[in-house]
């Protein structure tokens, strides 16, 4: 608790400013050439294999998920025998 207390105080007693300390490059018209590209790629994929392989997880967690679903409630719908 007072090493938080400390933190919050070290953190308050800096000065706010707009400006991070680190320069980065604007990279923003780079980005936005390649989404506007037109080369027949859909935009949710133009990030490269990165955004390939989060859209393949993605839909097969979907369509896994849809299955698995689907097969519990069929396994819901027929009630076990008692004997």
Do not use: C, W
Request: glycine share 6%; no cysteine; net charge positive.
């Amino acid at each position: 608790m007072l090493r938080n207390l400390l933190a919050l105080r070290q953190i308050a007693k800096r000065t706010i400013s707009t400006s991070s300390r680190r320069q980065f490059e604007n990279k923003v018209p780079e980005k936005q050439k390649l989404f506007q590209e037109d080369n027949g790629i859909p935009v949710h994929l133009k990030g490269g294999i990165a955004d390939a392989l989060l859209y393949r997880a993605t839909m097969i967690l979907t369509v896994g998920g849809t299955a698995y679903a689907m097969y519990e409630l069929a396994v819901a719908s027929f009630p076990k025998k008692q004997d």
